[in-house]
Each structure stands twice: as structure tokens, then as C-alpha cells.
């Protein structure tokens, strides 16, 4: 079964930073361009950043919201993607979904976790 | 950047009806629109790709259609698990986004 958990949510002060983690299962981690969604309370979801496969560079893509404050990686060995927040600020409150993208140029979402919360607050 | 505008905000149907949601970009995104189903409390699932080509595992009475700039999510015949939040989402160019989504509610 093809699966994403996403970890290491939580509630964090403002300015301060928080590493999110998604462990990947059930495909090769490896050939896929990953992104992070987040969605705040009540509202719509937004596109936070991009990671294209080591065949593609390996290269990212950001929302201009977060760049410059959060940076996402990879680890294939381990199948895990991450999302470092750096300079969190209360507008990041959020639930942050981590996605599957289909396959190099088709950049729709075909799997989803389930999401963990961040709570940025003081 | 690319804004993608959805309407209405709210449908209100009933059991067994049609339902029509409307998506808008503000410049072409070519066929590279995706439709998700996000229902409370749980993630969104893919629905439609390419503008009209469903996922695995999606009923028929769901269709996509359209492109450039102008698309259209169609579920035929409302049925109960239907009732959620609908968003569209263009990949054509950076940075992706999202339409601000369509709740269909039960009327």
C-alpha cells in the first residue's frame, strides 16, 4: 500500500524553528518529486514547496510565502522527505500535508498523508 | 503567477442531482488541472488529472472538462459521500496553486 506519515508537528513560539518529517512506503521514494501542502484552520489549501527526484536535479521550488524561511530536503535512503521551518511566524499555523506527484512534469498530487499540525503561538 | 478562481463558494444540492463547480485560471494552464475531494477531518483525494481524466479508483459519475483557462468538475448524480469540499489545482507553471475551493452541501 503506498503511504505517507508525516511527523513533527507541534506547538512552537514565534521566530522559533520545527523539522517536519514524511516517511514514504509502498513505492520507490526515490523516482518521485515530493511537495508539502498546508492547510490553516478553516481555510483552503496552499502549495508550500517542492523537492524534484535525484534524477531531476534533486532541485526545489517554493511558495514565495516561505522562501527563504523554510527549505525542503530528501533522504531516498531512508525514504523521507522534510520540511525545515525556519523564522515561524503565527500565519504558519497550519495542518501540513505531504504529497506524491505523479511523474516528472505532471505535478498533480496523486497521494496524500495525513497531515500533521503545526500550532506557531506564544 | 497563476490565480485560480473556483465557483461558487457554496452548491447547495440535493440527493441524486447534478452538480456543476467551475474553476477559472487567470492565464492558461494548458490541460494541467487537477480536481481533489477534501471531506472533514481528512486529507484531500485526488480526483481528476489532466482536466479529465480520472484517478484510479473514481466513479464515473464524476468527470472533468475543459482547458486552457476555463474548466469544469461534473458529478452526475450526488450521492451521500459526495458532500465535501472540492479544490482545483494547476501544475502548469510555478509556483502550483489552488483554486480557494467549492463546498457542495446537501440541500
Known amino acids: 500500500e503506498v503511504q505517507l506519515v508525516e511527523s513533527g508537528g507541534g506547538l512552537v513560539q514565534p521566530g522559533r524553528s520545527l523539522r517536519l518529517s514524511c516517511t514514504a512506503s509502498?513505492?520507490?521514494?526515490?523516482?518521485?518529486?515530493m511537495s508539502w501542502v498546508r492547510q490553516a484552520p478553516g481555510k483552503g489549501l496552499e502549495w508550500v514547496g517542492f523537492i524534484r527526484s535525484k534524477a531531476y536535479g534533486g532541485t526545489t521550488e517554493y511558495a514565495a510565502s516561505v522562501k527563504g524561511r523554510f527549505t525542503i530536503s530528501r533522504d531516498d535512503s531512508k525514504s523521507i522527505a522534510y520540511l525545515q521551518m525556519n523564522s515561524l511566524k503565527t500565519e504558519d499555523t497550519a495542518v501540513y500535508y505531504c504529497?506524491?506527484?505523479?511523474?516528472?512534469?505532471?505535478?498533480?498530487?496523486?497521494?496524500w498523508g495525513k497531515g500533521t499540525t503545526v500550532t506557531v503561538s506564544s | 503567477e497563476i490565480v485560480m478562481t473556483q465557483s461558487p463558494a457554496t452548491l447547495s444540492v440535493s440527493p441524486g442531482e447534478r452538480a456543476t463547480l467551475s474553476c477559472r485560471a487567470s492565464q492558461s494552464v494548458s490541460s494541467n488541472l487537477a480536481w481533489y475531494q477534501q471531506k472533514p477531518g481528512q486529507a484531500p483525494r485526488l480526483l481528476i488529472y489532466g482536466a479529465s481524466t480520472r484517478a484510479t479508483g473514481i466513479p464515473a459519475r464524476f468527470s472533468g472538462s475543459g482547458s486552457g483557462t476555463e474548466f469544469t468538475l461534473t458529478i452526475s448524480s450526488l450521492q451521500s459521500e459526495d458532500f465535501a469540499v472540492y479544490y482545483c489545482?494547476?501544475?502548469?507553471?510555478?509556483?502550483?496553486?489552488f483554486g480557494q475551493g467549492t463546498k457542495v452541501e446537501i440541500k
Open positions: 509502498g513505492f520507490t521514494f526515490g523516482d518521485y518529486a
Open positions: 504529497t506524491k506527484h505523479s511523474g516528472y512534469g505532471y505535478y498533480y498530487m496523486d497521494v
Open positions: 489545482q494547476q501544475y502548469n507553471n510555478w509556483p502550483l496553486a
